[in-house]
């Protein structure tokens, strides 16, 4: 897991010293991952104990684990920078549609059919537009579906309208977010249906939900702001599928 992965997991528990460590790592990746804990502690103007503490609270076993989280990023960003990314690309959708054929989609299909509503809730920024996306296509297959906001408030409000023959769609990179979790919870027990979106990996996520579709992303490194960027190709894919699987399915019922 990235270490943008374990901060967001546990941000809402980060007070502000916590996450001023958080701004001076995100800034500072590489020479984190060569410092010792005092170092770190001296440069961001804290404790020792409460550089440990912080990579307790994300989930981490300790400094050293933070260190070799910090040098497996450095590795996956110089293997993006070599791999050719057609290849990876046309790999990522070949997963999509593979996985698309082998999954027993009639379930969903019904689910779809049945729901007098569709919600779908997305945890990041390019998911939130692939979202809207997937809400536009149902809207052209004559569903009414509401893209939510990526906020888990927004999320429990919903889920107190809705009712048992709903489907809700959530579309998430890691599938661990515990504030996520705990509001899927509260819709599996209410029963209403559930299909996630994840990332090929095993997640808390798609455990939970009834129906699981997954996807393949892309890393590669296009600019000097940020390490990697991630292209969630396999998951457009598995948007247009979905939908363009759904119409054949109301053709042909």
Excluded at 12 to 32: A, G, P, S
Excluded at 143 to 162: G, H, N, T
Aim: proline letters at 1%; charged letters at 25%.
């Amino acid at each position: 897991m990235r270490f943008e992965e374990y901060v967001n997991n546990h941000f809402d528990i980060l007070n502000d010293t916590e996450k001023t460590i958080v701004d001076f790592v995100f800034k500072n990746r590489m020479d984190v991952s060569e410092m010792s804990i005092s170092e770190l502690a001296s440069k961001c103007l804290v404790s020792r104990s409460s550089v440990f503490r912080f990579t307790k609270k994300i989930g981490l076993d300790g400094f050293n684990q933070l260190k070799f989280v910090l040098r497996e990023e450095q590795s996956t960003v110089e293997a993006a920078t070599e791999t050719n990314y057609l290849e990876v690309t046309t790999q990522a959708v070949t997963n999509a549609t593979q996985q698309f054929q082998s999954v027993k989609m009639n379930g969903i299909y019904e689910s779809l059919d049945k729901a007098d509503d569709i919600y779908i809730y997305s945890t990041g920024w390019e998911q939130e537009i692939i979202s809207e996306q997937l809400q536009r296509n149902f809207f052209l297959a004559g569903k009414k579906v509401y893209s939510l906001p990526a906020a888990v408030d927004e999320l429990e409000m919903a889920l107190q309208r809705m009712k048992p023959d709903d489907l809700l769609m959530v579309i998430s990179y890691s599938g661990n977010n515990k504030q996520l979790l705990k509001s899927m919870r509260h819709a599996v027990v209410r029963g209403i249906s559930t299909l996630s979106f994840t990332p090929f990996k095993q997640n808390a996520l798609a455990e939970m939900c009834k129906y699981n579709l997954y996807y393949s992303v892309v890393e590669k490194k296009v600019s000097d702001i940020k390490n990697v960027e991630i292209f969630f190709t396999g998951l457009y894919v598995l948007n247009d599928l979905l939908v363009m699987g759904y119409s054949d399915y109301l053709k042909n019922k």
